[in-house]
T-cell receptor, first 113, second 116 residues
Framework: AQSVTQPDIHITVSEGASLELRCNYSYGATPYLFWYVQSPGQGLQLLLKYFSGDTLVQGIKGFEAEFKRSQSSFNLRKPSVHWSDAAEYFCAVDNNAGNMLTFGGGTRLMVKP | NAGVTQTPKFQVLKTGQSMTLQCAQDMNHNSMYWYRQDPGMGLRLIYYSASEGTTDKGEVPNGYNVSRLNKREFSLRLESAAPSQTSVYFC???????????????FGPGTRLTVT
């Protein structure tokens, strides 16, 4: 069965600092991978996705993520964090054959002024 | 284009009461989903519907039933609510493959349910 692990429950960074959120997945075939962001009291918004091809994918709001098959990872990065990036971030893997999306537990990002 | 809508936004139930959460999407997607979100556990799939007329269990289906009323609407029913069902519930629909937004899931704003 597929699974997703986000090792960091909480992360605090200073505004303007760089950010990396970790995601490790377990899946038998080539996965479809996603990062979603959830602001307080809101639904989830897609940041970016990886299906195949270039392993470095660009998303909205200046985020990018790199797929590393050898490490079963899909870490999210941003070079310079803004206060508005404070939110909860979820990594997810899609088993296209089974039509199911499995989420990690989420990482809550706090941004210090 | 409203995307995915859910009603109600908030609900408080007493143990044993029943209720139905409504969800509708206007993107003509075949696949729809119900998730629950609990602190530290991400979103967990309750039920999904790959197409009109079909439904399947997800990771945590016990205590819930669903109905795929038509292509637009997918409802979630709690027949006898329990405190363990206190959670935030999200409905989503999924874009099909072959398009620019292939397999992306679109989420509603959520329903915050408290069972006392």
């Amino acid at each position: 069965a597929q699974s997703v692990t986000q090792p960091d429950i909480h992360i605090t960074v200073s505004e303007g600092a760089s950010l990396e959120l970790r995601c490790n997945y377990s899946y038998g075939a080539t996965p479809y991978l996603f990062w979603y962001v959830q602001s307080p009291g809101q639904g989830l918004q897609l940041l970016l996705k990886y299906f195949s091809g270039d392993t470095l994918v660009q998303g909205i709001k200046g985020f990018e993520a790199e797929f590393k098959r050898s490490q079963s990872s899909f870490n999210l990065r941003k070079p310079s964090v803004h206060w508005s990036d404070a939110a909860e971030y979820f990594c997810a893997v899609d088993n296209n054959a089974g039509n199911m999306l499995t989420f990690g537990g989420g990482t809550r990002l706090m941004v210090k002024p | 284009n409203a995307g995915v809508t859910q009603t109600p936004k908030f609900q408080v139930l007493k143990t044993g009461q029943s209720m139905t959460l409504q969800c509708a999407q206007d993107m003509n997607h075949n696949s729809m989903y119900w998730y629950r979100q609990d602190p530290g556990m991400g979103l967990r799939l309750i039920y999904y519907s790959a197409s009109e007329g079909t439904t399947d269990k997800g990771e945590v289906p016990n205590g819930y039933n669903v109905s795929r009323l038509n292509k637009r609407e997918f409802s979630l029913r709690l027949e006898s609510a329990a405190p363990s069902q206190t959670s935030v519930y999200f409905c989503a629909s999924r874009a099909p493959g072959g398009a620019r937004n292939s397999y992306e899931q679109y989420f509603g704003p959520g329903t915050r349910l408290t069972v006392t």
